[in-house]
């Protein structure tokens, strides 16, 4: 299904073909937003009815108000919220009645890292998804970019292992 997902995407660059509708990976300008939004109401959804709910995301940036007004909904229905964040952050954490569920994270280091992660704990069955696009206006609404869901258990385990780490750096990492 990714397999021809890419096909249908490279069909879109070359001209080929308009099609919007992918059945596993998330293409803006069309569906990244909506799909991450759609997820992280999904947390809020498992917190409320008492199941296990978590989100966490790491990006280079993220700045797009739509986001970052669902991250805020999730903190205050109580969902813990973590974001990794290398640089522009338009998020402010631990603002109480609005965002005290919210850590933001920043480690700067000697190596440019550009990998992005979108984690959601669905209530025990991680939905994971890697990609290119950052959470800002530009990437969302005026380019091409792709979300790829991760199935695989011991790759969910290996990025789960990688954002723990991650978010326990004490020694590069601060938070905002």
């Not at 909506?34 to 993220?62: C, M, P, Y």
């Amino acid at each position: 299904a990714v397999g021809d997902d890419v096909s249908k995407l490279f069909n879109v660059l070359t001209g080929y073909s308009l099609t919007t509708d992918y059945q596993r990976l998330l293409v803006a300008p069309h569906s990244v937003r909506s799909g991450l939004i759609e997820r992280i109401d999904r947390e809020i959804d498992h917190h409320q009815q008492g199941r296990r709910a978590t989100i966490r995301f790491k990006v280079n940036s993220i700045v797009d108000e739509r986001i970052i007004d669902a991250l805020y909904r999730a903190s205050q229905a109580g969902v813990p919220v973590d974001v990794l964040v290398r640089g522009i952050c338009g998020i402010k954490a631990g603002v109480p009645g609005l965002s005290e569920n919210i850590r933001v994270r920043s480690i700067l280091g000697r190596f440019l890292e550009h990998s992005r992660i979108y984690w959601f704990e669905n209530d025990g069955e991680p939905d994971v998804w890697i990609g290119s696009a950052d959470l800002m206006k530009r990437n969302l609404d005026e380019r091409i970019e792709v979300l790829a869901p991760i199935r695989r258990p011991e790759h969910v385990n290996q990025l789960e292992s990688l954002l723990d780490i991650l978010l326990s750096d004490r020694r590069q990492g601060w938070d905002l």
